[in-house]
């Protein structure tokens, strides 16, 4: 290998840029075995796993493949120690730019999609449910249970008893409670 000005620093010479004789381009397994071997020896002694070893050593010899099928190298363990190096830098980037893995002990506090999907469904349900009560039933318990109104409020807003406003109440949530109810039979008998 030569110095060069390029981004690197360093360029691999083709066999006729450094004067001398072109290799084969058929190298044998043997060669391929050699290379593959000096690529994990190289990873292993940087303090990286076997995995990663044996990860950078596939990927170096599937460049350097396409490499001396361009044109001939001078060195095919130079330029797989430098394909081996970039490799290693690329993959520290990638990890580093994801940040550290997520450990269990800090679980997601977010629903799961299918719990999402099936809550979708369940107020769909009850919406439904509740477009098919009567207005005044439905006016009635919306006061008391979504605004949050007294009886004796209701009932002296809409010209009601208290009697009648506990009813409406109490049939009310009966009706939905049973509509929610045959929802969720139906869901079980479809499964």
Same mark, same amino acid.
């Given at each position: 290998?030569?110095?060069?000005?390029?981004?690197?620093?360093?360029?691999?010479?083709?066999?006729?840029?450094?004067?001398?004789?072109?290799?084969?381009?058929?190298? $044998?397994?043997?060669?391929?075995?050699?290379?593959?071997? =000096?690529?994990?020896?190289?990873? &292993?002694? @940087? +303090?990286? !796993? /076997?995995?990663?070893?044996?990860?950078?050593?596939?990927?170096?010899?599937?460049?350097?493949?396409?490499?001396?099928?361009?044109?001939?190298?001078? $060195?095919?363990?130079?330029?797989?120690?430098?394909?081996? =190096?970039?490799?290693?830098?690329? &993959?520290? @980037? +990638?990890? !580093? /730019?994801?940040?550290?893995?997520?450990?269990?002990?800090?679980?997601?506090?977010?629903?799961?999609?299918?719990?999402?999907?099936?809550?979708?469904?369940?107020?769909?349900?009850?919406?439904?449910?509740?477009?098919?009560?009567?207005?005044?039933? &439905?006016?009635?318990?919306?006061? /008391?249970?979504?605004?949050?109104?007294?009886?004796?409020?209701?009932?002296?807003?809409?010209?009601?008893?208290?009697?009648?406003?506990?009813?409406?109440?109490?049939?009310?949530?009966?009706?939905?409670?049973?509509?929610?109810?045959?929802?969720?039979?139906?869901?079980?008998?479809?499964?």
């Amino acid at each position: 290998m030569r110095q060069d000005n390029s981004a690197k620093g360093f360029r691999v010479e083709t066999a006729a840029e450094a004067g001398g004789e072109p290799r084969h381009a058929d190298l $044998s397994d043997a060669d391929w075995r050699a290379v593959r071997h =000096a690529v994990l020896v190289y990873v &292993r002694r @940087r +303090g990286h !796993s /076997r995995d990663v070893a044996e990860d950078v050593a596939q990927e170096s010899l599937t460049k350097l493949l396409h490499y001396t099928r361009q044109g001939q190298t001078a $060195s095919l363990f130079a330029l797989a120690f430098r394909i081996a =190096a970039n490799c290693l830098v690329d &993959r520290f @980037r +990638g990890e !580093s /730019r994801y940040g550290d893995a997520v450990l269990d002990t800090y679980p997601c506090g977010e629903p799961l999609p299918d719990r999402i999907a099936s809550d979708r469904q369940r107020l769909a349900r009850l919406t439904a449910a509740l477009e098919r009560l009567p207005p005044l039933r &439905r006016a009635v318990l919306l006061r /008391r249970r979504i605004d949050n109104q007294s009886i004796p409020r209701i009932a002296a807003e809409m010209n009601l008893s208290t009697a009648a406003v506990e009813k409406h109440v109490v049939r009310g949530l009966s009706d939905l409670r049973e509509a929610m109810e045959d929802g969720e039979e139906l869901k079980g008998s479809l499964s």
